[in-house]
């Protein structure tokens, strides 16, 4: 077992924190709220620090969940930053949703303080992170890669390297495109269903086991017919993803069109106060436009 430090303890790390306490590990938390981070010890046991830096100190292991790119500069940088806090040889593993120029340039920081540095952003909710089911898309130098990976384990169903420095979160990317799909074809099939005056869960309850099926459409259609819209991934998170996306694609020249009509289609879902609603709330969305 090892020394972990974990800093950020929102929906996804509080209970990933805990994961890694559960299985033997010694861990110590860092949150912007301490109040979190205390309510945390006082569940789980362990410690807290104050700020990153004393969080991180003598941690073999760094592990981070916040919120952007600032965020993530902030808990890693400047004289309270973990990495002022790690010793030579130490990994940060990121879990954060970013750009890959941000972990590019931190895992080039790391280098040269000999510290390792390893893009690991997470996909499955926060269902995933309480269940310890998440899936986990990796990029970095593959050592450093595999002395993470075992720490990783514990709160993960698949966890792979995809490539250098950057490759897990350009994997994230692929990631939520995809879904921003899948949601908004969904959205649009129940909506055609109720308009046609079927009853939806019957419509899914036989097109779900044919090529049409998905995770969203197993785990969101009921939820969706019954306008309950506080499950999953928050709609300002999925806007914040979605507008990494669409930057890379714009540097990389990849043509997103889709993404791109989807993203202002949770821009109106923002308009009518949604922001905190969940993303299958673009089904909201059109039966407002009724």
Not at 21 to 41: D, I, M, P
Not at 183 to 201: I, M, P, S, T
Request: proline share 2%; with cysteine.
């Amino acid at each position: 077992m090892a020394k972990v430090a974990f800093l950020g303890l929102g929906v996804m790390g509080y209970p990933m924190a805990g994961h890694l306490q559960k299985a033997g590990h010694e861990v110590t938390v860092y949150n912007r709220t301490a109040a979190k981070a205390e309510a945390w010890v006082a569940e789980h046991g362990g410690a807290m620090g104050l700020t990153p830096r004393e969080a991180a100190e003598g941690a073999a292991f760094v592990m981070a969940c916040v919120g952007n790119d600032d965020d993530l500069r902030s808990v890693c940088l400047g004289d309270d930053g973990a990495f002022a806090g790690m010793a030579e040889g130490a990994v940060f593993v990121d879990h954060t949703t970013v750009s890959d120029d941000v972990t590019k340039e931190l895992y080039a920081f790391g280098k040269e303080a000999g510290i390792a540095f390893v893009d690991a952003p997470i996909s499955g909710g926060q269902a995933g992170a309480e269940n310890a089911v998440l899936s986990i898309m990796c990029g970095g130098d593959q050592a450093a890669y595999d002395a993470a990976e075992p720490v990783m384990d514990v709160y993960s169903k698949i966890c792979r390297r995809i490539g250098e420095s950057g490759a897990g979160q350009l994997t994230k990317m692929s990631n939520q495109i995809a879904i921003a799909g899948v949601v908004q074809g969904l959205a649009e099939a129940l909506h055609f269903a109720e308009k046609a005056g079927l009853d939806g869960r019957a419509v899914v309850e036989v097109i779900s086991q044919g090529a049409a099926g998905s995770w969203q459409m197993v785990n969101r259609h009921e939820t969706m017919l019954d306008d309950h819209f506080d499950y999953g991934f928050a709609v300002d998170w999925m806007r914040k993803d979605l507008g990494i996306c669409l930057n890379t694609a714009n540097r990389t020249d990849a043509s997103l069109p889709l993404t791109a009509l989807v993203d202002q289609f949770y821009k109106d879902v923002q308009k009518m106060g949604g922001g905190r609603w969940d993303t299958s709330s673009l089904f909201k969305r059109l039966r407002a436009m009724d």
